[in-house]
């Protein structure tokens, strides 16, 4: 891979004119000793001079058009051959930066002469070659207090600076406008001018208060093959002047704009000396400034830095500090390069006719008949064959070769690498591809079907109007004979089921009885008194409303009912759990409902130590086991062996 050219930044000096007649009398301190040498007086030694050297010194008997010419116009071709080009106007406040870049109408500066010369130059090669298009956009912005402010459209919010993956800075929300003469460029740059923040000091009554930045981007388009792109742009920037405001006398906001200023200028001297001593990091990202000048400095842009200074004796530590800053600019050195790509025409895509696709969605809705009607013997055979022709058109594009025609388009590849994606894309296909053609049915067992189907739809229909009909006829008859059942009906009485247990508690196999069904003819007793089974009843379920008078704390209401237990059963039941108590094991212990491992070492650890229990209540004697404990084992083993049927 190639090296990028080097080009070093060039530094030229203009000697503005002595602008008080009472200073012409006084010798001035700069002073021009050939067209790129000068001399300044020494501060330490007023016997000796400072001898500064660059690459051009204008004096103030030159012209803006010796400036553009000698040092602005050799880098406006770069950027017609997508390169990128700076240039910028750097000095103290007072000293001409803004009348360089601007000029007048008689006399114009950079800004003006450098636009006519593109767009005059890009007019030129397209009168002699057709094959290239050329496009010229402008932006144009300032700086000001350390934000972001768009010029050609204003808008009130700062604008952020973004850096892209191929490490070009970009301001997105940047207004663009393109620009094919120079009559339109003013059109646009007048106003936009005009916005720009400017107040009056001591020093000079039209005093930039903001940095500008004019951009303008040139893209080259070749319209035949290979389609080659070229993108170059060109930064004028107008720098505003470093001021002491000891000499300046601002106050309130101007004093905070002067310390705005002088923030972004000393972190521009940051950069150049970080670039000067090799440094492996650079402090772009200091200001808002430095970061927009980062392509300009140390960056991939041909620059030229235009310093102005002044004669006068009493500017002498500005022209003196300037001078300095632009000897060590002179030092850096930028490594330019071509941004060209490749970028063919959009052709715009045929989209298909209606006609196609009106294969697939227009016949099959006009085969649906309208409001569940009869679908006609036309309607059918259009819509069989039309079928078939979507089918077949489907298949043939499915199946289709899709690597060949990459491959024949791709002339890098090997030989054995083609050959290993062709038999791969030869496996594809065969394996989506279906061995055999479906079996279509012939048109007439397709008609013969569709008419079978229509008679069955019509019978479903004739079906579901004679349900309904029974329904209400069914629903009248109801409501006719039936009377509505009382909540004495809903039980009419539920058996007992009681387990034969024996002296050791064993799993429970119980057999379930239906519920007996209460008829409308029957009447329902308030109280349950049908005779016993050869089991032990012991559950009695009598309705609230009727029984509402009778003592309910023996049992528990749910939903309108009362529960009620047999007091035989539940006597019996105690006996056989005390009994359990008294001669069981710990295993047996266990068995028992809501008594764990450790509930049971401590009945068993108390029945050898007191004796056999009296009765289930003397569990409360227990260590651990309270009164509340003991009912809800009483209840739980209670309520394991009910089954109500």
Known sequence: MNKRPKARVQVVIRLRPVLEDKDKEKEPCVRGLDDKCLEILNWRNTQETLRYSFDGFYNEQSS?????????????????????????????????????????????????????????????????????????????????????????????????????????????????????????????????????????????????????????????????????????????????????????????????????????????????????????RIPYRDSKLTRLLQDSLGGSSHACMITNIAPEEKFYTDTYTTLNFAAKSKLIVNKPFTRECTEKPRTALKRKSSVDNSDYVTPAKSCIPPNGGCMQ????????????????????????????????????????????????????????????????????????????????????????????????????????????????????????????????????????????????????????????????QFLKVIPTDIQGKENTTDGEKKNGWTVKLNPEFQMKHNSEILHVLNTGSVKQLKSLQSIGEKRANLIHGWREINGPFTSIEQLHKVNGLSKKTVESIVKNNLMSKLIIQ
């Not at 791969?424 to 279509?440: C, W």
């Not at 024996?502 to 799993?507: A, E, P």
């Not at 009885?513 to 089991?535: C, G, Y």
């Open 377 to 536: 013997e036309s309607d059918c055979t259009s819509f069989v064959t039309l079928r078939n022709e979507s089918v077949r058109r489907v298949e043939s594009e499915t199946f289709r070769p899709f690597l060949s025609p990459l491959l024949r388009e791709q002339a890098n590849f090997e030989e054995s690498v083609v050959t290993r994606l062709e038999k791969l894309e030869e496996k594809i296909l065969n394996h989506f591809k279906p061995n055999e053609s479906p079996d279509v049915p012939s048109e007439n067992e397709q008609q013969q079907l569709l008419k079978e189907l229509e008679e069955n739809r019509l019978k479903i229909l004739e079906l579901k109007k004679a349900n309904q009909q029974l329904q209400e006829e069914k629903k009248s008859c109801l409501l006719e004979d039936e009377e509505p059942l009382s909540s004495e009906c809903l039980f009419q009485r539920v058996p007992l089921i009681k387990k034969k247990s024996g002296s050791k508690l064993k799993s429970r196999h119980v057999e379930t009885s239906k519920l007996e069904t209460p008829l409308r003819d029957k009447k329902v007793q308030h109280t349950v008194n049908t005779p016993m089974s050869s089991d032990v």
């Open 64 to 280: 803006q058009e010796d400036v553009y010419t000698q040092s602005v116009e050799p880098l406006l071709k770069h950027t017609l051959e997508g390169q990128n080009a700076s240039v910028f106007a750097y000095g103290p406040t007072g000293a001409g930066k803004t009348h360089t870049m601007l000029g007048t109408d008689s006399d114009p500066g950079i800004i003006p002469r450098s636009v006519r010369k593109i767009i005059s130059s890009i007019r030129t090669q397209q009168s002699s070659s057709t094959t290239w298009k050329y496009t010229v956009q402008i932006s144009y912005l300032e700086i000001y207090q350390e934000k972001v402010y768009d010029l050609l459209v204003p808008k009130t919010h700062d604008l952020p600076i973004r850096e892209d993956r191929e490490k070009n800075i970009f301001i997105p929300g940047l207004a663009e406008k393109e620009i094919t003469s120079f009559e339109q460029f003013q059109k646009y740059f007048i106003p936009a001018s005009q916005n720009r923040t400017t107040a009056s000091t001591k020093l000079n009554n039209r005093s930039s208060r903001s940095h500008s930045i004019l951009l303008l981007k040139i893209v080259r388009k070749q319209q035949i093959s290979p389609f080659r792109k070229l993108t170059g742009k060109l930064l004028l920037i107008d720098l505003a002047g470093s001021e002491d405001n000891r000499r300046t006398g601002n106050q309130g906001i101007r004093l905070k704009e002067s310390g705005s200023i002088n923030v972004s200028l000393f972190s521009l001297g940051q950069v150049v000396d970080a670039l000067n001593q090799g440094l492996p």
